[in-house]
Nanobody, 116 residues
Framework: QVQLVESGGGLVQPGGSLRLSCVVSGSGVSIVSMGWYRQAPGKQREVVALINNIGTTNYADSVKGRFTISRDNAKNTVYLQMNSLAPEDTAVYYC??????????WGQGTQVTVSS
């Protein structure tokens, strides 16, 4: 059974930083790509950042230049460094992992709140 466990969320003031982590565990893990998504209250879930197994990254326009996604393939871990956080970044952040011939896996989510 594959599990994704996120950590690193919390309350931060505007302009602050947070680093999210997501560890993928389980048997037969062979990750093609990983990503971070977020869902704010009353809004649909949206993609934040993606990274594939060769390190190619993609970002939502709203976070370009502020967020950085990275991964440690040996540890099956993906990170999201979030800088210059703003109130509109407040959301539940979800980790996602894509593997061959399987439906995507999701973590349970971690709350990020940006408020003074």
């Amino acid at each position: 059974q594959v599990q994704l466990v996120e950590s690193g969320g919390g309350l931060v003031q505007p302009g602050g930083s947070l680093r999210l982590s997501c560890v993928v565990s389980g048997s037969g893990v062979s990750i093609v790509s990983m990503g971070w998504y977020r869902q704010a209250p009353g809004k649909q879930r949206e993609v934040v950042a993606l990274i594939n197994n060769i390190g190619t990254t993609n970002y939502a326009d709203s976070v370009k230049g502020r967020f950085t996604i990275s991964r440690d393939n040996a540890k099956n871990t993906v990170y999201l460094q979030m800088n210059s956080l703003a109130p509109e970044d407040t959301a539940v952040y979800y980790c996602n992992a894509v593997m061959p011939y399987r439906l995507p896996y999701w973590g349970q989510g971690t709350q990020v709140t940006v408020s003074s």
